[in-house]
């Protein structure tokens, strides 16, 4: 179990540019999840996948927003045309199995400033 | 709909001295809940949780937390707070009706410990 790994760590981009996002989940697990956290909040639920599907978006997710997750294994979040409000730090989570009661695990983040 | 609040946006405690975080959630069904912690600039690390059966929880670090369904309540405790404690501290909630085992996040309560 190495962990949920997020990449990068940290992404300063002007607004207006497209960035992208990386997760790669904890290896058997077939749940993915994607939240975004500002500052002094918890975090926000954005999207879910299971293995390949994208089963639910939160109203939060703009058409600007786009989430991926080819073959049910490492998963994406492009935000086009960045806005200084999307400026949040973007959480990866996994989990196991089709059960509500496997807890979430979390990575450590991707930090997103937008100038 | 659900929500989790944390009333205690900031909190201080001398090292040694116990702890006490307050979690309410509104929610109609039997919740599944959780806390989580978060060292700055990391992420989300899980402290417990609770789905059925013996309300109070044993967590790892020393923690442990009572669900109370007449009260709405899942308080986090720890008897003797190290300084190594410090940091933010999220309560969660998950539901079989939500979909893929989402999580609601509370918005945090700080913890600060005094030397």
């Known amino acids: 179990d190495t962990g949920v790994s997020q990449n990068p760590r940290h992404k300063i981009t002007k607004r207006g540019q497209n960035v992208t996002f990386r997760c790669d989940p904890i290896?058997?697990?077939?749940?993915l999840y994607w939240y975004r956290q500002t500052l002094g909040q918890g975090p926000e639920f954005l999207t879910y996948?299971?293995?390949?599907?994208?089963l639910e978006k939160s109203r939060l997710l703009s058409d600007r927003f786009s989430a991926e997750r080819p073959k049910g294994s490492f998963s994406t979040l492009e935000i086009q045309r960045t806005e200084q409000g999307d400026s949040a730090m973007y959480l990866c989570?996994?989990?196991w199995g089709s059960g509500y009661n496997s807890p979430l695990h979390f990575g450590n983040g991707t930090r997103l400033t937008v100038t | 709909a659900q929500s989790v609040t944390q009333p205690d946006i900031h909190i201080t405690v001398s090292e040694g001295a116990s702890l006490e975080l307050r979690c309410n959630y509104s929610?109609?069904?039997?919740?599944?809940l959780f806390w989580y912690v978060q060292s700055p600039g990391q992420g989300l690390q899980l402290l417990l949780k609770y789905f059925s059966g013996d309300t109070l929880v044993q967590g790892i670090k020393g923690f442990e937390a009572e669900f109370k369904r007449s009260q709405s309540s899942f308080n986090l405790r720890k008897p003797s707070v190290h300084w190594s404690d410090a940091a933010e501290y999220f309560c969660a909630v998950g539901s079989f009706y939500n979909q893929g085992g989402k999580l609601i996040f509370g918005q945090g309560t700080e913890l600060s410990v005094k030397p």
């Open positions: 996948f299971q293995n390949e599907a994208q």
């Open positions: 929610y109609g069904a039997t919740p599944y």
């Open positions: 989570a996994s989990a």
């Open positions: 290896s058997e697990h077939n749940r």
